[in-house]
């Protein structure tokens, strides 16, 4: 069984936030490989919403369309089953 994951900090989370989505930008749209990284933002999402609440969600995603807007729909869409989330 796989130790369970050190916690992280949101500014952690958030990085990698950055570095999912420059990776989801070079898989071919409906790959398994896009599944999995949009997966990954679901759940780097809900860590970043334990860590630092919806607020810190809306911090990262103004980070991430500072970047190129066309991160807000896929973050929303990933983002969508997180409680409390909103665009």
């Known amino acids: 069984m796989a130790a369970p994951r050190k916690p992280q900090d949101a500014a952690t989370i958030a990085a990698s936030l950055a570095a999912l989505l420059d ?18 933002l679901r759940r780097r999402g809900e860590e970043l919403a334990a860590v ?25 869409g990933a983002w969508a089953t997180i409680p409390g989330w909103t665009a």
């Open 23 to 40: 990776a989801l930008a070079g898989a071919p749209p409906g790959s398994p490989a896009a599944g999995a990284f949009v997966s990954a």
């Open 52 to 76: 630092g609440g919806v607020e810190a969600l809306h911090e990262a995603r103004t980070a991430a369309l500072a970047t190129s807007p066309s991160h807000a729909a896929v973050l929303d």
